[in-house]
């Protein structure tokens, strides 16, 4: 975590929240274009809804190149946002599963 930017917190900021399974990328991009950062995760009660990180409005421009090149989902505190992209890998899963049970209790049955 980035305890020396927490001037941040004092200036014109934006609040973002970031998956963590998209944490270590996030960071790293933003540490590789020397944008400075704070993050208060270790105070967080929850991360399941992303983990909060307040950057310069400043760097908006920067933010959010790396977020669309990156494509790291993030939200605001105002505008939840959700990787869809986790829910079509589970509902694939879950077709699968279902097709393999049926296509099973058909042979079981016929056999």
């Known amino acids: 975590m980035e305890k020396k930017h927490i001037y941040i917190k004092q200036q014109n900021h ?3 929240y970031i998956l963590p399974k998209d944490q270590i990328v996030f960071e790293s991009n933003l540490k590789e274009h020397n944008v400075p950062f704070y993050s208060d995760q270790d105070i ?3 991360t ?3 983990i909060r990180y ?3 409005d400043s760097d908006r421009y920067k933010i959010d190149k790396l977020l669309k090149d990156k494509k790291i989902i ?3 505190e105002t505008i939840p946002s959700y990787d869809y992209r986790d829910q079509k890998k589970i509902g ?3 077709i699968i599963v279902v097709s393999i049970v049926i296509i099973l209790t058909l042979i079981i049955l016929y056999l």
């Open 14 to 16: 934006t609040k973002l």
């Open 48 to 50: 399941d809804t992303g």
């Open 54 to 56: 307040f950057v310069l």
């Open 44 to 46: 967080q009660p929850f």
């Open 92 to 94: 694939t899963i879950s």
């Open 74 to 76: 993030a939200s605001t």
